[in-house]
């Protein structure tokens, strides 16, 4: 969920530019470091040093006749893989490059949950002298952030206009960007007077515990309640108002508009109706608050059947909030329970040290499987947006319960696919916001990282490098777009130098990525309920605009699978969240044409590896109420089956050498009509994601003559098996005879000759041609003087 609202428009600007910026700003000020640096991560690996926007390239066509007497120098190759030949247009500097890998080499151990945390690790992110647990409160809210109190059960004395209503005075709403949106950050009374009130009506006898409040969400005032009082009332009419001793009692308020603040009220009050009477306010502002109450739900004998307990799950599952030690737990349990089938590995450490723990699950732990497509789930990158994270912890148990149960489902999924689940990407930032509580963290604290990096801007900006090269060729060549590349876009080097902003969660991940071959994946956000996908960042830098990619009509399939299916989003009855209606895009949107985000993970997932990716806003709640994860499970559990099912919807296959039937890794699967490209393995075996229809499919390498066939893809959920077997060109055949040093072949001799006699001949013609075109020009020039 974007974070988009502060006190002032001028400190917006200033947050920008240092976080939804910050990578275009390294990359202006680094044009000077040196090319080829390798800057280690956490896995003692590196990130590739790759080309900058002056030396992007463009694919060349294997031309037989141009190799046989041709020695390539000094080229490199998109992303550094061992794909087509490539030459450098328009900069004379040598640029090195490493691939991406995809081979497997590099190994995620797996790790031991049983090892007792490092004691200086320990004092620093658990401080003995500090109180790590959240604070426990004695009833849970009552719902008006996680919008289970609806709009009807909240009225107030008076408000400004329709976008300050008391339908808007939740906890955490956010408002608009416009000043007067319909869509405004607080309840507003229109009078200045005590005798205003918010009153939330919970339908049942209920004894209120607390009361938690807020200012105004607005970047163009500052309003705030400063004290106020609190009465009581069953019938909306008698009020009884709460005391303290023999006064009424006063609490305070907020002394800033984000910060929530909470008041225990003194007493037990059991009634059906609250009020909230603001009595002083921020002087130079108006009456705005946002609200939540506390209370426990009162039996009623006369009204059993309506006020019956609502359903939660039947899944037995650990529904409660789990930090970093619980995490730990969670997923040892699991991998006890299932032993054959999980495994858990750590993909590097937060900046803190805290390890990114990824649960593995697949009949085959720890090995990609010949033609087995690779999914991830990424949850918690803003430590705060914890359902995410809460829902991955719910799905690695119940696929290990469903699969000893013998599900058909959940076996054929794990026995068809390697599942990736990595819960927490900021377990810094989440450990932050939980020792607040789920209630009294805010909207903001904990969503970046220890060092105030927020990882949804932070991945290499590879659309406008993307975009610079496609209007630079087009420019300079008339190439048509066919032609440049649009697939395994290089990092830009000046991202993995040792002074670039990226946090060190950020550089694990993309370790993670360039070498586990994913196919498909998701990351899990909350503060919204809508589904988007790529690209994210708009072309130009407009605030907003639909920017698609070249499978717009496929992501916009996978957007639509998860939001259909999720019990909420689905609902039409559902209110918005906060200030956008996504149901009217049936709760799915491109994510630029929501607001731009340079950087993001699935922009850089497409550009620079095979992998599709969207980010789900789970809900409307950033960190709801444990009381309410069971709810967000089922809200979520058939989504996220079904999405995972997704991953088999296309072609799939293995590239072979015809004459030896090894795998050919880094081959280009190309889909014609469709301008983006993927690799294969290192096994050769490649996915490439589709939706029903008949495509031409071309698959190119290194060495090989090219080969193209026609793939039809089905609508049932498995994918068309679409295998390729390529030839060796005269120029791979011979290269690899003089490297055993055999004797060369008749047939290639044969061959090579034949080809040595085509470019001859091609090259006299166009000799014969040029000369005959000066000859006329002289011929003109001579009669033109006479």
Known sequence: MPFVLFPTFAFICIIRLSSCSSVSLIYLESQDRPNGTDIPNNNNTTLAPVLTTNSIQTAKPTDESTIINTVTTGTTTIAGTKGPKATTTTSTAKTQTKPVNTSNNVHFNTEDLNDKIDKKLEKTVWNPAEDNEPPELECPPLGLESLKVKDTQLHASSYKRKGLGPHRGRLNIQSGVADGDIYDGAWCAQYEDQKQWLQVDARRPTRFTGVILQGRASIWSWNLVSTYKVQVSNDSIAWKPCMNGTGEA?????????????????????????????????????????????????????????????????????????????????????????????RIYSIGKSYMGLKLYVMEISDNPGKHELGEPEFRYVANMHGNEVVGREVLLNLMQYMCQEYKRGDQRIVRLVKETRIHLLPSMNPDGYEMAYKKGSELSGWSLGRYTYENIDMNHNFADLNTVMWDAMDQESLLLSVSKSKLINHYFPIPEQYTSEDAFVASETRAVINWMENIPFVLGANLHGGELVVTYPFDMTRDWAPREHTPTADESFFRWLATVYASTNHVMSDPDRRPCHNEDFQRYNNIINGANWHTVPGSVNDFSYLHTNCFDITVELSCDKFPHASELPKEWENNKESLLVYMEQIHRGIKGVVRDKDTEAGIPDAVIQVDDIDHHIRSASDGDYWRLLNPGEYDVTVTAEGYYPSKRSCRVAYEHYPTICDFRLTKTPKQRLREILAKGDKIPKDLMLRLRQLRQRKLRATTKTLNRRRESQRRARQTRSQAAK
Not at 323 to 335: C, R
């Open 250 to 342: 006063v609490f305070e308020g907020n002394q800033d508009t984000e910060t929530p603040v909470l008041a225990v009220l003194p007493e037990s009050m059991v009634a059906r109706y609250i009020r909230i009477n603001p009595q002083t306010w921020y002087e130079n502002g108006t009456i705005c608050l946002r609200a939540e109450i506390l209370g426990c739900a009162i039996p009623d004998p006369n009204n059993i059947h309506m006020w019956q307990e609502e359903e939660g799950s039947r899944d037995k599952l650990d529904f409660r909030h789990h930090n970093y030690k619980e995490m730990k737990k969670v997923m040892k349990s699991v991998h006890e329970a299932c032993p054959d089938i999980t």
